[in-house]
């Protein structure tokens, strides 16, 4: 039995018909029983001169006899003879069964002449069979694939644990790094390394007139590095699919703006050492919320907030969805470029909560994924406008390592103020507003500059106090009650990790090329990362691990190659 005819259309100058595809039509056969005939049309005037005087160019198992449908709809007679079309310059036949008068005096033998437009042109394309691989290729694709399979599997499991997703690696995927010739080793932390120290003196500062400026413009993330390629500041973008993100930094000054009318705030809210006063001419409101140590607590508790009015704004402001989108914006990018950090920081945080229930981190984020223990919001307060800038300092009492979150929000010219100095390397950052900026404000000096009159700015800051750590560390305890237990070898082991400490945290901060190599977080995932566009060299120069050199010398070890 013969198959089905198929149809397709065609289309003959303005008028389309449908030819039925025969697919056991034999069109070599065709060919030469229809060689010697001639087109015979008995009313010619079915078809103008202009579409009969044309090549057809055919593709194969075409047959012409099978537009009758079209020629019925002109008045011709329903049988028609076999026709065949080729590639080549043919001619097409009809007879009729019953003849009709000619009323035509047209050539009723028109050949179809080659290269006319009128009929588009349909070529094939022969497909080539696929290479047959041997077996011994088949089953080591196969092994590959399982292999990678279990590779990429492990590699997922490990970032279910830790909160990874898409969204990181797309992040990490389209930052840019920036090297700087500076060494992470030299900020200057306390010998503990619990904390940072003061800012450094200005003897030690770079002159405003050697400030080297960095424009950013904001749309997309860039990481600072050290000299030995690790990542100790990230300049972060809004999120790379958040199109509304300028309306969610409108809708965050608003919600700052009425948080500051339903707020109380005395004179110890409007004067603190990071706002300057009559320094810059400039005075804004700090409130914190969250927990915290230090100061001379003895254990870390609430930060208090004073009034039921001041908390019942703190905890509106904290229900603000937009507010909820920048946290977890934020979160995600400590996560992303120094994921060890975010995990010693969250693990900090659940210990310290599962010690004592009482514990209330800022709202938004829960115990089990908060990356800070506390959050300040620096707004206009008593003050007509909001123009938060601060002096030069450093927030010392801040776990030493960790970055804390600063997020600028307002309508202000970033080319004209808000730009964050780094005064350790001497970088002037432009700052635009909804951007936000994660660097170790315990070790290194800044400040803001002033933006211009009638302009607003205010600021986000997340961060967690390092006494948390020490707390935590210690057992739950201070270094005193701890000291008073400790003798022998158990007081030297505690001396020697407090010299080495520093050194140590530093190994927490993410490589770039392990960035790169989707390792972001400093473990050995292989090459199923997600993270790389193009494959990493095994023979790549890398930088060796932190050296006693390294930290005397403050000069980079000598490069020596290595399998990664």
């Known amino acids: 039995m013969s198959r089905p005819p198929q149809q397709s259309t065609c289309s003959f100058g303005e008028e389309e018909i449908q030819i039925l595809r025969f697919p056991d039509f034999d069109l070599e056969e065709s060919l030469r029983s229809e060689n010697e005939r001639e087109l015979q049309f008995k009313n010619a005037s079915a078809f103008p001169d202009e579409i009969l005087d044309l090549d057809y160019e055919v593709v194969e198992e075409a047959s012409v006899p099978h537009v009758r449908d079209f020629l019925e709809s002109r008045g011709h007679d329903q049988r028609s003879s076999s026709a065949s079309c080729s590639g080549n310059p043919a001619s097409i036949s009809r007879q009729s069964s019953s003849p009709r008068p000619n009323t035509s005096k047209r050539n009723t033998n028109i050949p179809i002449k080659p290269h006319s437009p009128a009929l588009p042109t349909v070529s094939t394309t022969t497909l080539k069979s696929p290479k047959k691989l041997t077996a011994r290729q088949l089953r080591s694709q196969r092994k590959t694939e399982l292999s990678r399979a279990r590779r990429k599997k492990a590699a997922q499991d490990r970032d279910a644990q830790n909160d990874i997703d898409s969204y990181v690696l797309q992040t990490a995927q389209s930052a840019i790094p920036h090297s700087i010739d500076f060494n992470a080793l030299s900020m200057p932390a306390s010998e503990p390394g619990w904390i940072g120290t003061k800012e450094l003196p200005k003897s030690e500062l770079p002159p405003v007139s050697n400030l080297r400026n960095f424009h950013w413009d904001g749309k997309v993330t860039v990481v600072l590095l050290d000299r030995l390629d690790r990542i100790w500041t990230v300049l972060g973008a809004p999120p790379p699919k958040a199109k509304d993100w300028d309306e969610v930094n409108s809708s965050l000054m608003e919600a700052l703006e009425d948080y500051d009318k339903n707020s109380e705030f005395n004179d110890e809210d409007m004067s603190n050492?990071?706002?300057?006063?009559?320094?810059?001419?400039?005075?804004?409101?700090?409130?914190?919320?969250?927990?915290?140590?230090?100061?001379?607590?003895?254990?870390?508790?609430?930060?208090?907030?004073?009034?039921?009015?001041?908390?019942?704004?703190?905890?509106?402001?904290?229900?603000?969805?937009?507010?909820?989108?920048?946290?977890?914006?934020?979160?995600?990018?400590?996560?992303?470029?120094?994921?060890?950090?975010?995990?010693?920081?969250?693990?900090?945080?659940?210990?310290?909560?599962?010690?004592?229930?009482?514990?209330?981190?800022?709202?938004?984020?829960?115990?089990?994924?908060?990356?800070?223990?506390?959050?300040?919001?620096?707004?206009?307060?008593?003050?007509?406008?909001?123009?938060?800038?601060?002096?030069?300092?450093?927030?010392?009492?801040?776990?030493?390592?960790?970055?804390?979150?600063?997020?600028?929000?307002?309508?202000?010219?970033?080319?004209?103020?808000?730009?964050?100095?780094?005064?350790?390397?001497?970088?002037?950052?432009?700052?635009?507003?909804?951007?936000?900026?994660?660097?170790?404000?315990?070790?290194?000096?800044?400040?803001?500059?002033?933006?211009?009159?009638?302009?607003?700015?205010?600021?986000?800051?997340?961060?967690?106090?390092?006494?948390?750590?020490?707390?935590?560390?210690?057992?739950?305890?201070?270094?005193?009650?701890?000291?008073?237990?400790?003798?022998?070898?158990?007081?030297?082991?505690?001396?020697?990790?407090?010299?080495?400490?520093?050194?140590?945290?530093?190994?927490?901060?993410?490589?770039?090329?392990?960035?790169?190599?989707?390792?972001?977080?400093?473990?050995?995932?292989?090459?199923e990362s997600d993270l790389t566009d193009y494959e990493y060299c095994k023979t790549e120069e890398v930088e060796s691990d932190l050296t006693d050199y390294e930290y005397l010398t403050d000069e980079p070890p000598a490069r020596k190659r290595a399998k990664l």
Not at 306 to 315: Q, T, V
Not at 476 to 481: L, R, Y
């Open 273 to 527: 050492r990071r706002s300057g006063g009559s320094i810059i001419g400039n005075k804004y409101a700090v409130r914190n919320t969250g927990v915290s140590q230090g100061g001379g607590q003895k254990q870390p508790g609430n930060i208090a907030v004073r009034s039921l009015k001041n908390k019942a704004a703190i905890e509106t402001l904290s229900k603000n969805e937009c507010l909820g989108r920048l946290v977890g914006h934020t979160s995600r990018l400590y996560s992303t470029f120094a994921n060890k950090l975010a995990a010693e920081s969250r693990r900090i945080c659940q210990e310290l909560q599962e010690k004592d229930p009482a514990l209330s981190y800022p709202s938004q984020s829960s115990h089990s994924t908060s990356y800070w223990a506390a959050r300040s919001y620096n707004t206009a307060g008593r003050s007509k406008v909001a123009a938060a800038a601060s002096v030069r300092h450093t927030d010392f009492g801040n776990w030493a390592p960790g970055w804390c979150c600063v997020t600028a929000i307002g309508e202000f010219d970033p080319d004209q103020g808000g730009q964050l100095i780094l005064w350790n390397v001497g970088l002037r950052i432009r700052f635009p507003p909804g951007c936000s900026i994660l660097f170790p404000s315990a070790v290194i000096t800044h400040s803001n500059e002033p933006i211009r009159p009638g302009e607003k700015r205010y600021s986000i800051v997340e961060y967690s106090a390092g006494g948390l750590f020490r707390w935590v560390y210690n057992g739950f305890q201070t270094d005193e009650d701890l000291l008073k237990g400790l003798k022998g070898k158990e007081l030297e082991r505690w001396k020697t990790e407090r010299s080495c400490r520093w050194k140590s945290n530093v190994r927490m901060y993410t490589k770039w090329q392990e960035l790169l190599r989707g390792d972001y977080k400093g473990e050995e995932l292989g090459n």
